[in-house]
């Protein structure tokens, strides 16, 4: 039987090499939110929103994706070069869907809305690849 | 001669009377083989419901698959999108069309798994139709969607979508 100070030191150690394990990675948590309207069944608006996360996010691992960097880090620019790919895989999370359209004497309007709500992803970066694992 | 005469009708009406009794077979046969057999209603379409065209599946409601533990349910669907007028390339704009044909296909499906909201309004004046109004919305999160086809043409992309409904994916 340890004492409790043993114990402390023993999970103090390693909670540091995760730590500085994951900081060697060049992890980083990153929320993402995508949203595009669709009009009369024409693209109308499309957005798609990165930014670090400030507070540590909690949530299981889901499937994860991985694209290809070229050397860079930033997330943003890495999501630009391969936005097909991305976007296929967050339609395949799941996406919210809210649709209203209006017939008024005979004369049909429609409006789509396709939103992934604020979502936080894990990133790795790699040396060739970014592996991006939803948290939820 | 009255005998003759006498019994020339009686041959005559037996004739007639087996004869028309044979033709009447004949037609009655013929009608039976030209009746066309009645149509089948393929059971894949209807295990599947698609998006534009199973009428069938919709009128007759004891063929609708039901959701159970030990089947699936396929839901089709086509979604259609418009490209914009104002494209820089064909390239944008056979992608924003196809942006706005998942989205159809999105909401086709929303439509089938969750429902549509319809609410309707008629202003009435002077025993006149004013303005008719038509109001359906849906609101509803889509997982794991697939797109099987793409087809692009004259402006007009299609995108033909898949989802896979479980039982357990509504077990409460």
Do not use: W
Request: proline content about 2%.
């Amino acid at each position: 039987m340890r004492s409790r100070n043993g114990n402390n030191s023993i999970s103090f150690s390693i909670c540091s090499i995760i730590l500085f394990s994951s900081l060697a990675l060049n992890a980083g948590e990153y929320l993402i939110s995508y949203r595009y309207v669709v009009k009369d069944a024409i693209l109308y608006n499309e957005a798609l929103f990165v930014a670090k996360a400030m507070k540590r996010c909690d949530g299981i691992p889901q499937t994860a994706i991985e694209l290809e960097t070229n050397s860079s880090s930033d997330l943003k620019k890495i999501i630009t070069e391969n936005s097909d790919e991305f976007i296929d895989y967050i339609h395949k999370l799941g996406m919210h869907v809210k649709h209203s359209d209006v017939t008024i004497n005979a004369q049909y309007k429609s409006t789509t809305i396709l939103t992934l709500k604020t979502t936080c992803f894990k990133v790795d970066f790699n040396d060739n690849f970014a592996r991006i694992t939803p948290l939820k | 001669m009255k005998r003759v005469i006498s019994s020339s009708i009686f041959v005559a009406l037996i004739t007639t009377m087996f004869t028309g009794c044979s033709m009447f077979a004949k037609e009655s046969s013929s009608k039976e083989s030209g009746v066309p057999a009645p149509v089948e209603i393929n059971k894949s379409t209807v295990n599947g419901a698609t998006g534009n065209n199973e009428i069938s599946s919709l009128t007759d409601s004891s063929n609708e698959p039901l959701l159970t533990k030990e089947n699936k349910i396929v839901i089709t669907v086509l979604g259609q999108g418009v490209a914009p007028v104002n494209t820089v390339s064909p390239a944008q704009a056979y992608a924003m069309a196809k942006r706005a044909a998942i989205a159809d296909g999105y909401r086709l499906i929303a439509e089938k798994v969750k429902g549509v909201r319809v609410e309707g309004d008629d202003l009435i004046k002077n025993m006149m139709v004013k303005r008719s109004t038509i109001r359906t919305t849906v609101d509803t999160m889509i997982k794991n969607a697939n797109v099987i086809e793409t087809t692009f043409k004259d402006g007009l992309c299609e995108v033909e979508m898949e989802i896979i409904v479980f039982h357990s994916q509504f077990a409460q």
